[in-house]
């Protein structure tokens, strides 16, 4: 199956500061990369996605870069506040053939006020 | 966004007995949902994928005869746990897709064996 991993595994930032999430995969029929936010002991809620199709997608503060070529992709935060503290999922998916996600380690995030 | 109910969101059971962990999609059909497993401070690991009225599809190095997963209707699937043991213990999530759209996750049931 597919294999992603993700870097760095903990990250603490300045508050206002931009925090930058790292996720490489395997398998180049993945066409759908979600990033999820996990808050301790809740649900993973969706923040951002990108379909290969597509090279950059950014929403308000949030914006994640995809390179199909090299098989990563990136999550940007900008502007971060405390409330962003949270572990971060990146996940690789086929989707139309299935809608597995395979997950990354995981990032937990601190934003130092 | 779409609605994936899970339950219970917590349980306790002696060990060597079964427990069964429910997901629903609540206002959409789900002929697929999946089913991860987190410890704690870790990533989530997919389990299986459900087929609503066929056999689940396990990951490798899953026990499909530990993990029991029934897809009875488009609406809900089920992971029994059986003859559990502490080193099952952990947190189980279940995922639901719309067709074609993002993944929606049920609020996770923490199992704790004793």
């Known amino acids: 199956g597919e294999n992603v991993e993700q870097h760095p595994s903990t990250l603490s930032v300045q508050e206002g500061d931009s925090a930058v999430i790292k996720c490489t995969y395997s398998d180049s029929a993945s066409n759908y990369f979600p990033w999820y936010k996990q808050e301790l002991g809740k649900r993973p809620q969706l923040i951002i996605d990108?379909?290969?199709?597509?090279g950059e997608k950014k929403d308000q503060r949030i914006a994640v870069t995809l390179n199909k070529t090299a098989k990563h992709f990136s999550l940007h935060i900008t502007e971060t506040q405390p409330e962003d503290s949270a572990v971060y999922f990146c996940?690789?998916?086929?989707?139309?053939?299935?809608?597995?996600?395979?997950f990354g380690t995981g990032t937990s995030l601190t934003v130092i006020p | 966004g779409a609605v994936v109910s899970q339950h219970p969101s917590w349980v306790i059971c002696k060990s060597g007995t079964s427990v069964k962990i429910e997901c629903r999609s609540l206002?959409?059909?789900?002929?697929?949902m999946f089913w991860y497993r987190q410890f704690p401070k870790q990533s989530l690991m997919l389990m299986a994928t459900?087929?609503?009225?066929?056999?689940?599809?396990?990951e490798q190095g899953v026990e499909k005869d530990k993990f029991l997963i029934n897809h009875a209707s488009l609406t809900l699937s089920t992971l029994t746990v059986t003859s559990a043991h502490p080193e099952d213990s952990s947190f189980y999530i279940c995922?639901?897709?719309?067709?074609?759209?993002?993944?929606?996750f049920g609020q996770g049931t923490r199992l704790t064996v004793v």
């Open positions: 459900s087929n609503e009225g066929s056999k689940a599809t396990y």
């Open positions: 996940a690789a998916s086929m989707r139309f053939t299935g809608n597995q996600f395979y």
């Open positions: 206002d959409f059909q789900a002929t697929t």
């Open positions: 990108i379909r290969s199709n597509v």
């Open positions: 995922s639901a897709n719309q067709k074609n759209t993002e993944a929606f």
